[in-house]
């Protein structure tokens, strides 16, 4: 087992995976294939292309504009749910991030507005214990699966 992941007795799969990553970008694949790998095991892996996508973003913001103290780590959720997953991206940056309307020409800002039309309005930010903030979102499978 990783460390900082959870487990589940023997022959069960966990109903939550949770796991600290150092704060770089070369965590972000990590936690997106970590993602991948559970929701296969989960028997979710037809939401595996929304789900890496919203994490991905997730975790980049933090990664980007989380900027923290030197030792501090990025967590990731994953939460089994009835019919999909809860993704949770846990910083110690106490500053939240907003929902912007990026222009056709603009770099960047458009993460969250992905993370909106992938899940279907359902993500938010919300407090933690200790320092920061926790940006969680959720992937159904009869959200954006169903539109596609």
Request: proline share 4%; net charge neutral.
């Amino acid at each position: 087992m990783t460390p900082g992941t959870s487990a589940a007795p023997t022959g069960e799969r966990p109903a939550a995976v949770v796991r600290q990553w150092q704060h770089g970008p070369r965590s972000v694949g990590r936690a997106r294939k970590l993602l991948a790998a559970q929701l296969d095991a989960w028997g979710l892996a037809h939401l595996t292309d929304t789900a890496e996508v919203v994490v991905s973003e997730l975790f980049t913001n933090s990664v980007r504009h989380a900027r923290v103290p030197d030792g501090r780590r990025i967590a990731t959720h994953f939460e089994r749910l009835e019919n999909g997953v809860r993704i949770e991206v846990h910083d110690a940056n106490d500053v939240r991030p907003v929902l912007q309307n990026a222009s056709a020409d603009a770099e960047s800002g458009r993460g969250l507005a992905l993370v909106d039309a992938f899940t279907g309005g359902r993500w938010g930010v919300s407090d933690r214990e200790g320092v920061g903030k926790m940006v969680w979102a959720v992937c159904l499978s009869d959200g954006m699966e169903a539109a596609r």
